[in-house]
Structure formats: structure tokens, C-alpha cells
């Protein structure tokens, strides 16, 4: 009760919180998450009638695929230096801007390079997304943030569902894929209204609000008309410092590589084994339909165990059961394998979920956030890029899939390592810094 009234008592002791009330809080993060996912997964079900139509050669589909990590990765390096130039508010209405424009001006393209720039436009903005969520939750809803990042990782889950289930018949009945890709691109632009209600409401437009405010609100760091307040958190090179840091983004990265090769080629996997594309569209809606409840269970699960290290290492052991299935038996055992790999791909709203618990400051957050996931999706290049290539190489999806599940061991040893009970903050007070390294 006293942690309600004082985050209560810290918004209204805040300018912008004074302006923005819960619901449009809620409303502008759910709306934000459900739109991060959609431009990326709906390539895979209609890849090869991309490919045949832009004329797209191996490789280039290999970049297609690989194409959001890797802008996931460089900008979201950027986007806590960003968010201390323009402020949440604004980073957010720009995440939101770029997704809406890149993937409807995406599927009107006719060339496969302007169809890959206007691409990385639109996961640009889901960069700068994945990095602000964290902080939006921890300045609206310091006191739940469990409860919120369940909430908004179903959301997620669900615009990933919806994109991997309707893509294929809406494409199909409109009689061409560009149609099916600019759903998401229409569905994007209904997500500004949130978002420009958040920033019509803000009193101060170019001004940063930091969650410090929501732990000491009259501690002589109040919001100043003139811009930003200065930040004395954890900052993104204090985070690489630190082996929780580092171990953080690994976890995050192999995640990652699973999620994105899933993303890219699943899809192409279950087509090759004889499916048509809209009944590899539905199994690929399966493994999402099953991590969907999981969303809004596992953070619940994760935020009130004790040592959540077993439950990561379970997750992560589906991956390799998941694979080894299909490869020993891609058709008849479809629908299980879609199952397990969808159970395994909670570990994405579980690793958000991380980023949350361990660090207790707005900076902090903002800090471990974006270095965790751009160095985490910098390192998972390799997988949608290294699966396209093996198979390229090799003329059968066995050793990716392989690959994939051998990955599962280094999922679980960073996994185990979390579990310690520390945050950012203490670890970065601990550290000596590099003037008192020096001898």
C-alpha cells in the first residue's frame, strides 16, 4: 500500500506523469508491443512468392531474414542515448512513426532493394520499441511490473500469432503477398492514436522523465522546463563493464537466435517437408498460440521464484527435443514439435522480464535494456544468416537444425547465472572504475 501511494504521489509530483493517467499508459505500451513483431514474422509464410516476385537471389533472402536482428542490434545501441536527447515520450512516437511508414511503403516497392531498405526502416522503429518498453513500464507502473510486462509480452505474443495466422489468407484473397504485408503496415498506423494521445498530454514536450522521480520525488532532481534531467544511473559503458552485462545479453542473444531462425525460415522448413503455405502458416501460428498463455504465465512464475534458474533450463531444454523431432519426423509429428518450440519461446518474455528485475532504477534499466538487447541481437546475426547459409551449403535443413539445438547448453549455464539474486546498479557500484584501475 505504502509502494502504491508513494508511485502515486511521485506522478502527480512529475509533470509529464501528472498529464499521462494509467490507462493511457497501458494503452499505449499494449499497442506498441502488439505492432513489434507482425513486419517481421509475416515475411516468412510468403518468402518464396517475395523471392519469385523481387527477383531476390540466395543471399539476399539470407539478409532479408537476418535484416532485424541485425537492426535490432546497432539501434538499440543508440536508443538509450536517443531516449536522454528526446525523452520517452517522444521515442516512442518515433518507434511508432517508423514501423507504420516502413511496412506499408514495403509492400507497395517494386525493387528488392528499396523492399530491404524500407524493411529496416520499419525494424528500426522495433528496435527503438524493444528498448523503450522496459522503461515505459517501469515509469508507468514502477509497482507492477510483473504483472504489466506479462501483460504487454501476451500482446506481443498475440501480434505474432495474428501475423503468422492471417497473413497467408489475407494475401491469398487479395490475390497477391503485398497485400498480406501491408496489413500490418494499416495495423501500425491504428497504433499512433495511443501513442499521439500519450504525446498530445504531456506537458513538456522535449522533456525526459526519469523513474528516479518515482523513488525520491523531492530528492533535488525535478523535471526542468529547459529539457532532460541529468542522469547519474548506470550507463550503457558502465553495463559492457560488468559480467552481468555481458551475461545478460548472451542469455537475451540465444534467445534470440532461436526466435528470429524460427521467424525467418519455420516457415520454409515445414514447406519443404510438403506443406502448402497456408498450412505452414498454421503451424507456425501454433508455436505462437502456445507461447501466448505462457507470455502472461512465466514473468508471474519467474517474478515471485526464488531461484528461477530450473524453470529457464527446462524451457531451454524443448529446443533440442523440438529440432531433433523434426528432423526425425517433419510431417507426422508437426503439430507436437510446433507445440514444444512454441513452449521453449516463452524464454523471450522471461528474459524481458530479467531486464526489469535486475536493476531497480529508470537509468538502470534504460542502460542494461539497451545494451542487453543490442548486443544480444548483434550476437543472434549469426542465426537466421547461419541457417540460410548451412542450408544453402548443404541442400537440407539436418544441420542447421542441428546447430539450433545444440544451442540449448549455453541457454541454460547463462540461465543458472541469473538466477543470483543482483542487480545492475549493485554491480556497477562495486565495480572500480577505470581511473581506479590504473596503477
Not at 502515486?8 to 494503452?27: C, I, K, Y
Request: proline share 7%; glycine share 10%.
Amino acid at each position: 500500500m505504502a509502494t502504491n501511494a508513494r508511485a502515486e504521489e511521485a506522478r502527480h509530483s512529475v509533470p509529464f506523469l501528472r498529464w499521462v493517467p494509467v490507462g493511457v499508459g497501458l494503452g499505449c505500451i499494449i499497442m506498441l508491443a502488439f505492432n513489434l513483431r507482425p513486419g517481421v514474422v509475416s515475411t516468412g509464410p510468403v518468402l518464396q512468392e517475395v523471392q519469385n516476385d523481387l527477383a531476390l537471389t540466395p543471399t539476399l533472402v539470407s539478409v532479408l531474414t537476418t535484416l532485424p536482428v541485425l537492426c535490432f542490434g546497432v539501434v538499440g545501441a543508440v536508443t538509450p542515448w536517443l531516449e536522454g536527447r528526446i525523452g520517452l515520450r517522444n521515442l516512442t512516437v518515433l518507434a511508432s512513426s517508423l514501423i507504420a511508414v516502413g511496412l506499408l511503403a514495403r509492400s507497395a516497392v517494386p525493387g528488392a532493394l528499396s523492399f530491404l531498405g524500407l524493411s529496416a526502416v520499419a525494424f528500426a522503429g522495433m528496435a527503438i520499441g524493444n528498448v523503450a518498453l522496459p522503461s515505459l513500464v517501469n515509469v508507468h507502473f514502477a509497482s507492477r511490473v510483473g504483472p504489466v510486462t506479462s501483460i504487454y509480452t501476451t500482446v506481443l505474443a498475440g501480434g505474432i500469432l495474428a501475423a503468422s495466422a492471417l497473413t497467408v489468407p489475407v494475401a491469398t484473397l487479395a490475390g497477391s503477398w503485398r497485400w498480406g504485408l501491408a496489413l500490418w503496415g494499416a495495423v501500425a498506423c491504428v497504433g499512433l492514436y495511443p501513442v499521439g494521445r500519450l504525446l498530445r498530454r504531456a506537458q513538456h514536450p522535449w522533456a525526459a522523465v526519469r523513474r528516479a522521480h518515482l523513488h525520491a520525488p523531492h530528492a533535488g532532481r525535478e523535471q526542468s522546463d529547459a529539457g532532460p534531467v541529468s542522469r547519474s544511473g548506470p550507463t550503457f559503458g558502465a553495463v559492457a563493464r560488468t559480467r552481468l552485462g555481458w551475461v545478460m545479453a548472451v542469455f537475451f542473444g540465444l534467445q534470440s537466435v532461436q526466435a528470429f531462425a524460427g521467424f525467418g525460415w519455420l516457415a520454409q522448413i515445414y514447406r519443404d517437408a510438403g506443406f502448402s503455405a497456408s498450412a505452414a502458416g498454421m503451424l507456425l501460428g501454433v508455436v505462437t498460440a502456445t507461447v501466448v498463455p505462457l507470455s502472461l504465465l512465466m514473468p508471474l512464475v519467474v517474478a515471485r521464484a526464488g531461484h528461477p534458474g530450473a524453470l529457464v533450463c527446462g524451457l531451454s531444454l524443448l529446443y533440442p527435443v523440438a529440432y531433433l523431432g523434426l528432423v526425425a519426423a517433419p510431417v507426422s509429428g508437426a503439430w507436437l514439435w510446433a507445440v514444444l518450440l512454441g513452449a521453449a519461446s516463452a524464454l523471450f518474455p522471461v528474459s524481458l522480464l530479467l531486464i526489469g528485475l535486475k536493476a531497480r532504477t529508470e537509468e538502470g534499466t534504460a542502460a542494461l535494456s539497451g545494451f542487453t538487447q543490442s548486443v544480444g541481437y548483434l550476437l543472434s546475426v549469426v542465426g537466421p544468416f547461419g541457417v540460410g547459409l548451412l542450408h544453402a551449403a548443404t541442400g537440407a535443413w539436418t544441420l542447421p537444425l542441428y546447430a539450433l539445438a545444440a544451442l540449448a547448453l549455453p541457454q541454460c549455464a547463462t540461465g543458472l547465472y541469473l538466477a543470483r539474486p543482483v542487480t545492475i546498479e549493485d554491480v556497477v557500484a562495486a565495480e572500480p572504475t577505470p581511473h581506479e584501475r590504473r596503477p
